[in-house]
């Protein structure tokens, strides 16, 4: 069997196929996180906390969901829960999940962000980084930091032997989820008139509303949009990485990153940047495991010397 | 991009008396001094590194318009080399806050290149990411003990015996001194000729540089002399609480000095330190409540965005009629 700089063929289809994967997250959220830019003109920091919350009700919806109530007891008020049972798997979660947590940033969206109109970016990012703490010390203090098993429907277990490589059915499936995902979301706003209505309104939002189109709600459906991507991204890391209040919390700062190399400005950029760098992640663990955790970063800090406006990013 | 903060005001002219700053500085260096025959001396030294970090990231934010979402790798930096010489090799604590200070002044240096490359959104975005790159620095290096930390630093008798450090009064001294050092420091960069190029670059970046201002030249000296004052304040600290951890370094210790200077009053001089003393407090008090802490830290977050942008002293200060 033929070796590649000096590693078995296993480890090197093994990582790249990891890499594809966690490129996939990366590309959904930063896509995410591009969309919201475009339209609300803010760094949304709760995205990683949504990305957790779509794995939450991903998990919620197969075990059931414990409704806390306070009661008293002895006269100290404590708390008890009610438990709400429910069976629906993840083909169920796929669509459930995105849709209430997509309800649920709009809420926030009509309750607070709103409110930021018009003032500094910095005060966006720094009520989301807010928002952020909140959703996740929550769910830890319910659920602990140890994390839940998420399992897979039956379909998906299992994998083929390539005769190079074991490659579980799960991993082709978040692949080709997550392109259809990043692809659609591509063309509905590249190559739609929604998307050229939404353009325009990112460019001029006075002048679109001329024209009688409700911009305000156009913009809560966006954030609605770029909060569902991550929850659908959430659902797909479910079985993968356990359901745990502090997935989202790392993975946000490496999205960041991503997002700097690749430039908000575009789409299509935020998506290829995102595959693009998962891989090298992969590439990287096989060659230099110590340096995984920080080559994205590296690679930001290249980039930020060589093109400081991003791969994909017009100079501003 | 102009930085137009709630905070912003036209530069310091006619009508803009410093008289009600100096009175606030005077009245809070004069309580610092009885502080700690009434309150727990460990409290008030703790509160008063973050203080000074608070202040020296207020440097950046209030009166250059960046905000930097990676401080805590310049706090981590000093308070990692302190401990490092104090532990490792045995080295007296002054000289490790010289060369925590030192090699977090090099490490502000480097990555200010980097950062102020972006502005606005992206600068955020990018301090964040560097400081996380040095988090994980942190956590493959061998001398730093991953989860372990370095301990114990250490805090000994210092200048030939004329300083017991293991002495809570003359350790809180100590710490005052520094922190009065590096706070009227600030206060004197802010009201400075540099000081005033920042905050006219703050106002208007391009205006600036039309002006013949180097922006960049000013923005780099502002974002190395916040990293080098954020240093001081992790190695004192590392020799307060005798010990650097992996958490000083992490992006949630940048969240925290964020919150302080966003509760004092972004763009004030006596705002962070207020805001340092309160969160530091409400820490302190909460602290078995585990990850609730956090809830009510996002909770305060989200009311001073979007109720109390001035923060305390900045809504007081607009109450009295005062131009700060």
Same mark, same amino acid.
């Given at each position: 069997?033929?070796?590649?700089?000096?590693?078995?063929?296993?480890?090197?289809?093994?990582?790249?196929?990891?890499?594809?994967?966690?490129?996939?997250?990366?590309?959904?959220?930063?896509?995410?996180?591009?969309?919201?830019?475009?339209?609300?003109?803010?760094?949304?920091?709760?995205?990683?906390?949504?990305?957790?919350?779509?794995?939450?009700?991903?998990?919620?919806?197969?075990?059931?969901?414990?409704?806390?109530?306070?009661?008293?007891?002895?006269?100290?008020?404590?708390?008890?829960?009610?438990?709400?049972?429910?069976?629906?798997?993840?083909?169920?979660?796929?669509?459930?999940?995105?849709?209430?947590?997509?309800?649920?940033?709009?809420?926030?969206?009509?309750?607070?962000?709103?409110?930021?109109?018009?003032?500094?970016?910095?005060?966006?990012?720094?009520?989301?980084?807010?928002?952020?703490?909140?959703?996740?010390?929550?769910?830890?203090?319910?659920?602990?930091?140890?994390?839940?098993?998420?399992?897979?429907?039956?379909?998906?277990?299992?994998?083929?032997?390539?005769?190079?490589?074991?490659?579980?059915?799960?991993?082709?499936?978040?692949?080709?989820?997550?392109?259809?995902?990043?692809?659609?979301?591509?063309?509905?706003?590249?190559?739609?008139?929604?998307?050229?209505?939404?353009?325009?309104?990112?460019?001029?939002?006075?002048?679109?509303?001329?024209?009688?189109?409700?911009?305000?709600?156009?913009?809560?459906?966006?954030?609605?949009?770029?909060?569902?991507?991550?929850?659908?991204?959430?659902?797909?890391?479910?079985?993968?990485?356990?359901?745990?209040?502090?997935?989202?919390?790392?993975? #946000? &700062?490496? *999205?960041?990153?991503? $997002? =700097?190399?690749?430039?908000?400005? +575009?789409? /299509?950029?935020?998506?290829? @940047?995102?595959?693009?760098?998962?891989?090298?992640?992969?590439?990287?663990?096989?060659?230099?495991?110590?340096?995984?955790?920080? #080559? &994205?970063? *590296?690679?930001?800090? $290249? =980039?930020?010397?060589?093109?400081? +406006?991003? /791969?994909?990013?017009?100079? @501003? | 991009?102009?930085?137009?903060?709630?905070?912003?005001?036209?530069?310091?002219?006619?009508?803009?008396?410093?008289?009600?700053?100096?009175?606030?500085?005077?009245?809070?260096?004069?309580?610092?001094?009885?502080?700690?025959?009434?309150?727990?001396?460990?409290?008030?030294?703790?509160?008063?590194?973050?203080?000074?970090?608070?202040?020296?990231?207020?440097?950046?934010?209030?009166?250059?318009?960046?905000?930097?979402?990676?401080?805590?790798?310049?706090?981590?930096?000093?308070?990692?080399?302190?401990?490092?010489?104090?532990?490792?090799?045995?080295?007296?604590?002054?000289?490790?806050?010289?060369?925590?200070?030192?090699?977090?002044?090099?490490?502000?240096?480097?990555?200010?290149?980097?950062?102020?490359?972006?502005?606005?959104?992206?600068?955020?975005?990018?301090?964040?990411?560097?400081?996380?790159?040095?988090?994980?620095?942190?956590?493959?290096?061998?001398?730093?003990?991953?989860?372990?930390?370095?301990?114990?630093?250490?805090?000994?008798?210092?200048?030939?015996?004329?300083?017991?450090?293991?002495?809570?009064?003359?350790?809180?001294?100590?710490?005052?001194?520094?922190?009065?050092?590096?706070?009227?420091?600030?206060?004197?960069?802010?009201?400075?000729?540099?000081?005033?190029?920042?905050?006219?670059?703050?106002?208007?970046?391009?205006?600036?540089?039309?002006?013949?201002?180097?922006?960049?030249?000013?923005?780099?000296?502002?974002?190395?002399?916040?990293?080098?004052?954020?240093?001081?304040?992790?190695?004192?600290?590392?020799?307060?609480?005798?010990?650097?951890?992996?958490?000083?370094?992490?992006?949630?210790?940048?969240?925290?000095?964020?919150?302080?200077?966003?509760?004092?009053?972004?763009?004030?001089?006596?705002?962070?330190?207020?805001?340092?003393?309160?969160?530091?407090?409400?820490?302190?008090?909460?602290?078995?409540?585990?990850?609730?802490?956090?809830?009510?830290?996002?909770?305060?977050?989200?009311?001073?965005?979007?109720?109390?942008?001035?923060?305390?002293?900045?809504?007081?200060?607009?109450?009295?009629?005062?131009?700060?």
């Amino acid at each position: 069997m033929f070796q590649f700089m000096h590693y078995p063929p296993q480890l090197w289809f093994g990582q790249l196929s990891l890499g594809l994967i966690n490129g996939s997250f990366y590309a959904l959220l930063s896509l995410g996180l591009a969309v919201i830019f475009g339209m609300l003109n803010i760094v949304n920091f709760a995205h990683g906390a949504v990305y957790m919350l779509g794995a939450f009700c991903a998990w919620f919806l197969l075990n059931g969901f414990d409704i806390p109530y306070p009661v008293l007891v002895h006269g100290h008020l404590a708390l008890a829960s009610a438990h709400l049972p429910s069976h629906l798997n993840m083909w169920w979660a796929l669509f459930l999940s995105p849709l209430f947590v997509g309800i649920f940033g709009m809420i926030l969206q009509r309750t607070m962000l709103r409110r930021l109109d018009g003032l500094e970016p910095i005060y966006g990012l720094l009520l989301t980084f807010g928002l952020a703490a909140i959703i996740q010390g929550l769910l830890q203090n319910a659920y602990g930091s140890s994390g839940e098993p998420y399992d897979i429907p039956g379909v998906l277990s299992g994998g083929h032997n390539l005769g190079f490589m074991f490659l579980p059915n799960y991993r082709i499936f978040v692949v080709v989820a997550s392109s259809i995902v990043c692809f659609g979301t591509w063309f509905a706003i590249e190559r739609t008139r929604f998307g050229a209505t939404l353009r325009a309104a990112t460019e001029n939002p006075k002048l679109v509303q001329a024209f009688g189109i409700n911009v305000p709600l156009m913009i809560t459906l966006t954030y609605g949009l770029g909060v569902a991507i991550a929850a659908f991204a959430g659902v797909l890391a479910a079985p993968i990485y356990q359901v745990n209040p502090t997935m989202g919390a790392d993975l #946000i &700062v490496v *999205v960041f990153a991503v $997002v =700097v190399i690749g430039g908000m400005g +575009s789409i /299509l950029g935020s998506i290829i @940047s995102g595959y693009m760098l998962g891989l090298i992640e992969g590439v990287t663990k096989v060659i230099y495991p110590q340096a995984s955790g920080v #080559i &994205v970063f *590296v690679i930001m800090a $290249v =980039v930020l010397l060589m093109r400081p +406006s991003g /791969l994909f990013g017009r100079a @501003s | 991009m102009a930085a137009v903060l709630d905070t912003a005001r036209p530069a310091t002219g006619k009508g803009t008396s410093r008289r009600p700053e100096i009175i606030g500085i005077a009245l809070l260096l004069a309580a610092l001094m009885v502080a700690p025959f009434f309150v727990y001396p460990f409290f008030l030294m703790d509160a008063l590194c973050f203080a000074l970090m608070a202040c020296a990231f207020n440097l950046l934010v209030g009166y250059a318009g960046l905000l930097s979402f990676g401080h805590a790798m310049f706090m981590g930096t000093g308070s990692y080399i302190c401990a490092w010489l104090a532990v490792t090799y045995g080295q007296p604590v002054w000289l490790g806050i010289i060369a925590g200070v030192a090699a977090a002044t090099l490490l502000g240096a480097l990555t200010g290149v980097l950062a102020i490359r972006r502005q606005g959104i992206y600068f955020s975005m990018v301090t964040l990411a560097l400081s996380q790159l040095i988090y994980f620095v942190a956590v493959e290096a061998s001398f730093t003990h991953g989860e372990d930390g370095l301990q114990p630093v250490a805090q000994g008798k210092i200048f030939g015996g004329l300083l017991d450090l293991s002495q809570p009064l003359q350790l809180y001294f100590c710490v005052l001194v520094i922190f009065a050092a590096g706070f009227l420091l600030i206060y004197r960069i802010i009201n400075s000729p540099f000081g005033e190029v920042l905050k006219a670059i703050r106002e208007n970046e391009p205006r600036a540089i039309s002006l013949g201002y180097k922006a960049d030249h000013y923005k780099f000296m502002a974002f190395t002399l916040s990293a080098a004052l954020t240093g001081l304040a992790g190695a004192t600290k590392a020799v307060v609480v005798q010990h650097a951890s992996l958490s000083d370094v992490y992006w949630t210790t940048s969240g925290s000095i964020i919150l302080m200077t966003l509760v004092g009053g972004m763009g004030t001089i006596l705002g962070p330190v207020l805001g340092a003393f309160i969160i530091e407090g409400m820490q302190n008090y909460l602290a078995t409540a585990g990850q609730w802490v956090s809830v009510i830290q996002g909770l305060v977050f989200v009311v001073c965005v979007l109720a109390f942008r001035k923060g305390i002293i900045g809504e007081v200060a607009a109450r009295l009629g005062i131009r700060l």
